[in-house]
């Protein structure tokens, strides 16, 4: 029996033919969404197609200005990466997100001031619903490690949810509920604490499911950066900015990294992250951040939260067919693995 060579690293699929238009209602909607707790730009960009592109381009960038700074071969290294870059998607995608951002940042600051237990319950379900994506890709991981295991004559059966990925999760909750419980005044829009947060946030680009603003709300940081946007407040957006650079750099490589190496365990985490955060939405609370009993508005904000639930769970779907199309297109195994 010949020895058949190994299959060739996994890569995004080609660029399909779009328009500046169509890239720039992309963008937009990206833009829009990821001011929204509960809603991940990540997902809107799978659903729309151009998510393999962007995270393939943000590679290519960073390995770019690597090149540049430490070589060897600064420039021709540069250039090669910079080559593979999907400027056609990228560019009026990242234009419509920016002026997505600056345009709905305003009005969805008012509405959190104005109507804060109503925003929040619509955001409880909606990040609610969120829950499932890292819970799914953990699961997704897993049947994939099982067939790999299958073809190379392993037991199948050691690819399965151990105790330490639910202690792990539990304890990455709970460590969670507990940090979003301080009272606000002990968390600061300082930029010790808005570097690391914009750090984490940038990081949720990776992750289809995790809502950038989601974790800003964790962090305490959300209506502050909304207003920073919206008043064009350039030092606040500065210190925030340069977060972004760093997590991009460093974080956003660590995740990919942890999830390339340690997928279910890193995926238990994150999901436990999102269940302890859901606290932060709890939508009848104090000043100090108190959880209280639901008021007379209990019947309206419960609609809003099901209806924020209803509304990621019927974007998981369509983003649930998306990969599923993904796989049976690109997996070289004629799409048998599934999630």
Known sequence: MSRSTPPAEPTAPPERPTSWLGNLIRGALI?????????????????????????????????????????????????????????????????????????????????????????????FG??????????????????????????????????????????????????????????????????????????????????????GSFLLLTFGLYEPTLRAVDELDLAYLGVFALGMVLGMVVVVKL??????HHHTITLALLTGVMVGGLRTLWPWQDETRALTAPGDDAGPAALLAVAGFAVVALLLVVDARVQHRFLREHDPHGGAVRG
């Open 31 to 123: 833009g829009a969404v990821e001011t929204v707790p509960g809603v991940s730009g990540g997902t809107v960009a799978l659903v729309v197609g151009i998510y393999h592109h962007i995270i393939d381009s943000a590679a290519h960038v960073i390995s770019a200005v690597r090149h540049l700074i430490t070589g060897p071969d600064r420039r021709t290294g540069a250039a090669e990466h910079l080559a593979r870059v999907h400027w056609r998607v990228v560019i009026p995608v990242g234009i419509a997100m920016v002026l997505a951002v600056f345009t709905v940042a305003g009005p969805m600051a008012d509405a959190m001031d104005n109507h804060p237990v109503m925003m929040r319950a619509l955001f």
């Open 126 to 211: 909606m990040v609610l619903a969120s829950v499932a994506v890292p819970f799914r890709m953990m699961l997704q991981g897993l049947t994939t490690e099982r067939f790999r295991r299958v073809a190379v004559g392993k037991d199948p059966s050691e690819a399965r949810l151990r105790p330490l990925h639910l202690i792990g999760g539990a304890l990455a909750a709970v460590s969670t509920f507990l940090l979003v419980s301080l009272p606000p005044a002990s968390v600061e829009a300082h930029p010790v604490v808005l570097v690391p947060a914009a750090m984490v946030a940038v990081s949720a680009l990776v992750l289809p499911g995790l809502s």
């Open 255 to 260: 995740l990919k990294w942890l999830l390339d």
